[in-house]
């Protein structure tokens, strides 16, 4: 069964690299590659792909997003996530917005063709390092944390917890904010604690979950 493939990442040379695993594949077909989350919609509806590789930092609308949006309208298309986070969690809301497989940018060229030929299929595929134990039980678990605790972060927490959703670390935060890494720590106590949240994971899961993935913060303002 032949399938067709639409490339979905903003960096040139990372769809470059994917291009040529494609075509060197006789049952793979690369119909079309973009940049962006609305590119690929517009893609998604003249093309209708097979499948969607969709990056899940892409610019302005995230993969996670679109993913939403391509399950809702374009079921038919099936979305293949890739991604640099190998932190369950993200793996997690990425199922729930209703991908059907999640490659590691890491990831040998072998599993990303497997993963684009599985869910093409109508299969689950996970990088073979994450934890599908981990990730089918996380999926069983409904998410109950609090909404109205939202809105009772401040707007450096907010901040915080953004920084959190992109991967960095307590330094890594504290050297983009300009503030110490102890102070990180403290704030990062006080959100699991308004939240209701216990775990790191749990942090980022709810911080993907509400859209924080590529949400612009102002650095400026009291800690």
């Known amino acids: 069964m032949s399938l067709s493939v639409l490339l979905v990442d ?20 690369l119909v079309a590659e973009v940049g962006t989350a609305e590119e690929a919609l517009a893609q998604i509806r003249s093309h209708g792909p097979d499948v969607a590789v969709v990056d899940l930092a892409l610019p302005g609308t995230n993969g996670l997003e679109l993913t939403r949006q391509v399950t809702a309208g374009c079921p038919s298309t099936k979305v293949l996530v890739l991604s640099m986070h190998n932190d369950e969690a993200y793996v997690l809301e990425a199922f729930r917005s209703g991908a059907l497989g999640y490659i590691l940018k890491e990831a040998p060229a072998s599993e990303f063709v497997e993963g684009v030929r599985a869910v093409g299929g109508g299969r689950h595929y ?6 599908k134990q981990a990730i089918e039980a996380a999926l069983n678990d409904p998410d109950d ?9 401040t707007r450096r927490e907010l901040q915080v917890l953004g920084l959190v959703a992109e991967g960095l670390t307590s330094r890594n935060i504290a050297t983009r904010l300009a503030i110490g890494v102890r102070t990180v720590e403290t704030h990062r ?24 993935l590529t949400t612009p913060l102002s650095v400026g303002g009291a800690q």
Do not use: C
Request: hydrophobic share 40%; charged share 25%.
């Open 10 to 29: 903003d960096h040139e040379v990372v769809r470059r690299g994917l291009r040529a695993l494609l075509e060197r594949e006789e049952d793979l077909t």
């Open 126 to 131: 996970l990088s073979s390092e994450l934890s």
């Open 145 to 153: 944390t609090p909404r109205g605790a939202f809105a009772s972060l």
């Open 189 to 212: 106590a006080h959100i699991l604690h308004k939240l209701g949240l216990r775990t790191h994971s749990d942090l980022i899961g709810y911080a993907v979950r509400h859209n924080l």
